[in-house]
Nanobody
């Protein structure tokens, strides 16, 4: 079992930045690729970014590439999502997820955090 807890969400104005963090506990953190998904109000959950177990490979949704950066600290069992140039379209509940290999499909992931709200005002 892996437990995931997100933090760092909140309300920010358009153009601003937020940094989300996901703390993992349980089984070996380095055995899991990590990802962020989001679910805007009234919409399906969508892929945001993923990072390989070593951190050597990263993957992004087209909508966030160049604005968001995913990173991980294997010594601290933590994954981060730095979000810059935020727009109201980024408003969503953001979820951290883990599985052995990175994937862009949410139904491939074994473990999920409870999610954290990010709201971007115009």
């Amino acid at each position: 079992q892996v437990q995931l807890v997100e933090s760092g969400g909140g309300l920010v104005q358009a153009g601003g930045s937020l940094r989300l963090s996901c703390a993992a506990s349980g089984r070996s953190f380095t055995g899991y690729a990590m990802a962020w998904f989001r679910q805007p109000p009234g919409k399906e959950r969508e892929f945001v970014a993923a990072i390989s177990r070593s951190g050597g490979s990263t993957y992004y949704a087209v909508s966030v590439k160049g604005r968001f950066t995913i990173s991980r600290d294997n010594a601290k069992n933590t994954v981060h999502l730095q979000m810059n140039s935020l727009t109201p379209e980024d408003t969503a509940a953001y979820y951290c997820a883990a599985r052995p290999y990175a994937s862009k499909s949410y139904d491939h992931y074994d473990y999920w955090g409870r999610g954290i709200q990010v709201t971007v005002s115009s």
